[in-house]
């Protein structure tokens, strides 16, 4: 089962957004391990902005989005929320949800590649108007 991502839409800068993912029951209930929202900006790598790290409940945050971004779960309903404020025009890309396989490392869930995550979905489209 792929994730399914909603939310995306074109806002003004410094507006806001909130996208949801429904993930399957394993990623949404895997335990030791992360599950995050990426971006993707045309032409770069995709990287994580906000992730919860499953065994302690913990949310961490990309450095440009903390403060701004944040990221909840409702394990219920396997689905993953960002909560986007504030948004500036390098917010803007294809945002992604997913999970990973197991990790002792938190700072795993938002540092490095998207290596160890998956499986991925289409996406939705944020866009970012000045």
């Known amino acids: 089962v792929v994730p399914v991502e909603s939310g995306g839409g074109s806002v003004q800068a410094g507006g806001s957004l909130s996208l949801s993912c429904v993930v399957s029951e394993y990623t949404a209930r895997s335990p030791n391990s992360c599950v995050a929202w990426f971006r993707q900006a045309p032409g770069k790598e995709r990287e994580a902005v906000a992730a919860?790290?499953?065994?302690?409940?913990?949310?961490l945050y990309a450095t440009s989005v903390k403060g701004r971004f944040t990221m909840s779960q409702d394990t219920a309903k396997n689905t993953l929320y960002l909560q986007m404020n504030s948004l500036k025009f390098e917010d803007g890309g294809m945002y992604y949800c997913?999970?990973?396989?197991?990790?002792?490392?938190?700072?795993?869930?938002?540092?490095?590649?998207?290596?160890?995550?998956?499986?991925w979905g289409q996406g939705t489209q944020v866009t970012v108007v000045s």
């Open positions: 919860i790290y499953t065994p302690t409940g913990n949310t």
């Open positions: 997913s999970g990973s396989r197991p990790t002792p490392d938190p700072e795993r869930c938002i540092r490095g590649d998207d290596s160890g995550f998956g499986p």
